[in-house]
């Protein structure tokens, strides 16, 4: 059976072709080239593919989409009943203070959060997690958490360290 008719699983079919025909083909039809950074790129990017889609599939267990489930975490982390600007919650996750808001939008019509003036500042807003956006929060953590440590669970403690070392020195 040649590699291109072979029973791939689901798993398989999604990601693609496996990475080692990927590079055999380049190989062949440009051996003036060294594909090599396609096959840690690509498998960096399915690596990324299989942790969002596990993360994404647990925030929808609360109806969340990921981005609501990233704001809901990181308002948790700042501590009960602790606030942030929405310029500060954007910076914390990279986001443009425009993206922010239709993130809070969604979440305040759920009742998840709520925009409070600044005692302070009357021109200034902070964000807080109301009792059931931390309820929920709270709740999402523990399975987030659960989920990402099934992911893991191939590594051990010594490969989890190298991996972030590794991908640190990639990503900054």
């Given at each position: 059976m040649s590699q291109d008719s072979r029973a791939r699983s689901p798993a398989e079919s999604a990601q693609g072709a496996p990475l080692e025909t990927i590079l055999q083909q380049w190989k062949r039809e440009r051996p003036d080239l060294d594909p090599s950074p396609m096959a840690v790129c690509?498998?960096?990017?399915?690596?990324?593919?299989?942790v969002r889609t596990a993360v994404e599939g647990n925030a929808a267990k609360?109806?969340?989409?990921?981005?609501?489930?990233?704001?809901?975490?990181?308002?948790?982390?700042?501590?009960?009943?602790?606030?942030?600007?929405?310029?500060?919650?954007?910076?914390?996750?990279?986001?443009s203070t425009s993206a922010m808001t239709n993130r809070l939008d969604r979440l305040e019509k759920r009742g998840l959060?709520?925009?409070?003036?600044?005692?302070?500042?009357?021109?200034?807003?902070?964000?807080?997690?109301?009792?059931?956006?931390?309820?929920l929060a709270d709740r999402l953590v523990m399975s987030h958490l659960a989920v990402e440590?099934?992911?893991?669970?191939?590594?051990d403690t010594a490969e989890?360290?190298?991996?972030?070392?590794?991908?640190?020195k990639v990503g900054v």
């Open positions: 690509g498998a960096l990017r399915r690596a990324n593919d299989r609360g109806g969340l989409d990921g981005a609501g489930f990233d704001v809901l975490l990181t308002l948790r982390r700042q501590g009960r009943g602790e606030t942030l600007t929405p310029s500060a919650l954007a910076g914390e996750m990279m986001l959060v709520e925009r409070r003036s600044d005692p302070k500042d009357r021109r200034s807003l902070k964000i807080a997690l109301t009792e059931d956006g931390f309820a440590e099934q992911m893991l669970t191939p590594l989890r360290e190298e991996l972030k070392r590794l991908l640190a």
